[in-house]
Structure formats: C-alpha cells, structure tokens
T-cell receptor
Framework: SQKIEQNSEALNIQEGKTATLTCNYT??????LQWYRQDPGRGPVFLLL?????KEKRKERLKVTFDTTLKQSLFHITASQPADSATYLC???????????FGAGTRLFVKA | SAVISQKPSRDICQRGTSLTIQCQVD?????MFWYRQQPGQSLTLIAT?????????ESGFVIDKFPISRPNLTFSTLTVSNMSPEDSSIYLC???????????FGSGTQLSVL
C-alpha cells in the first residue's frame, strides 16, 4: 500500500541546535516533494519544494534533501528558534501533480 | 501567492444537521481542493473542484455526504450533510500555485458535531 511516514513523536530541541525531520514514502514515484509548516488553528503554509533530480535545496535556515533511492526526504532547520515550534508536514505529488498527498506531520518544540 | 478566506472558522453542530463551508480566493484559479484533517492525522483529500464541472471525489468520500459547488473561478462551497460525531474535524480548502507545485490553504473550519 502507499504510505507517507513522518515521526509521530514530537521532536524537542534546544534553541540554536539543528532540527532534523524525516519523511519516508512507499509505493509512490513523486516528481517532487514539498514541506509545509502548520501552526495550531491555521492552515499549512508552503516552505520548500525539491524535485526528484535535486539532491538538496536551501532557503535561509532551511535545508531539504531528497533521496529517491531510499525514498526519503530530510528537513533541517539550522540555528533553531522558539518561533520555529510548529508541526511540519511533508507532501508529495500523486497522479502527475494534480493531487497532493500529505504525511501526518512531526511536531517540533524548540526550547529557549 | 493566493489569499484564501474560509468561513466559518469554527462551528458546533447537532447530529443530523448540515453545514456549508465557504471558500473565497483573491484570484481566479482552475482547481480548488477540499481536505479534511482529523486530530493528529494527516490531511486527507476529499475532492477536487473545477469550475463548470462536477467535483472529483476521492475514495471514501461521496457527493451525497459532501456536496460541493464551484460557481465561478474564485469561490467554492463544501457541505457536510447529515452530520455525525465522526465528522468532527478540521476542513480546509486550498488552491494550487503556479504549475500546481505548491498549495495555498485557508485557515480551516473547526467542526464539532454533538
């Protein structure tokens, strides 16, 4: 069956450290993978997209990697801040990009 | 980018009643998507709404339970019909950005069914 898996356990880290979140998928062949941030009571907000032919993508303190052999994406937040505390969702395209499928998300807590 | 206004933001409803959720976008878009997010779970696509045609429903969702209207390129509604407590969830509308490579979301509707 098709699955997108993210760590269900919350990730607690100290301010200034690097947070690393994992997304694994099974039985999909995505052309790209996306990461979103969701705060309580709000809709998800798009952060980054990485294509299947890209190994790594960076945006400010964010870095995403994509390994199509391992079927895995890693999402890094460097120099983390308490304001980075949120749920982070990975998502991928299905059926040629007309449908986006989401993982359940990982809750990140950054302590001051 | 797209700005999406969704209302109501939350509602508490009685079993057996229906609720219509409205979604207004600040620009014309071809496809609008309706998602459901149950507590602690991922977003699940309910249906895709294209202007001028019937909505396309995902497995497990049917038109009689979740009728959708799409009267123009900036507006859509989702109705949750004959509600039961199992329908308690967050309902989100979204639109695709350029090349369908990102989604923009409304703030969601928190629905509780008693």
């Amino acid at each position: 069956s098709q699955k997108i898996e993210q760590n269900s356990e919350a990730l607690n880290i100290q301010e200034g450290k690097t947070a690393t979140l994992t997304c694994n998928y099974t039985n999909y062949s995505p052309a790209y993978l996306q990461w979103y941030r969701q705060d309580p009571g709000r809709g998800p907000v798009f952060l980054l997209l990485i294509r299947e032919n890209e190994k790594e993508k960076r945006k400010e303190r964010l870095k995403v990697t994509f390994d199509t052999t391992l079927k895995q994406s890693l999402f890094h937040i460097t120099a983390s801040q308490p304001a980075d505390s949120a749920t982070y969702l990975c998502a991928l395209d299905d059926t040629g990009g007309f449908k986006t499928i989401f993982g359940a998300g990982t809750r990140l807590f950054v302590k001051a | 980018s797209a700005v999406i206004s969704q209302k109501p933001s939350r509602d508490i409803c009685q079993r057996g009643t229906s609720l219509t959720i409205q979604c207004q976008v600040d620009s014309q878009v071809t496809m609008m998507f309706w998602y459901r997010q149950q507590p602690g779970q991922s977003l699940t696509l309910i249906a895709t709404a294209n202007q001028g045609s019937e909505a396309t429903y995902e497995s497990g969702f049917v038109i009689d339970k979740f009728p959708i209207s799409r009267p123009n390129l900036t507006f859509s509604t989702l109705t949750v019909s004959n509600m039961s407590p199992e329908d308690s969830s967050i309902y989100l509308c979204s639109v695709a950005g350029r090349a369908n490579e990102k989604l923009f979301f409304g703030s969601g509707t928190q629905l509780s069914v008693l």
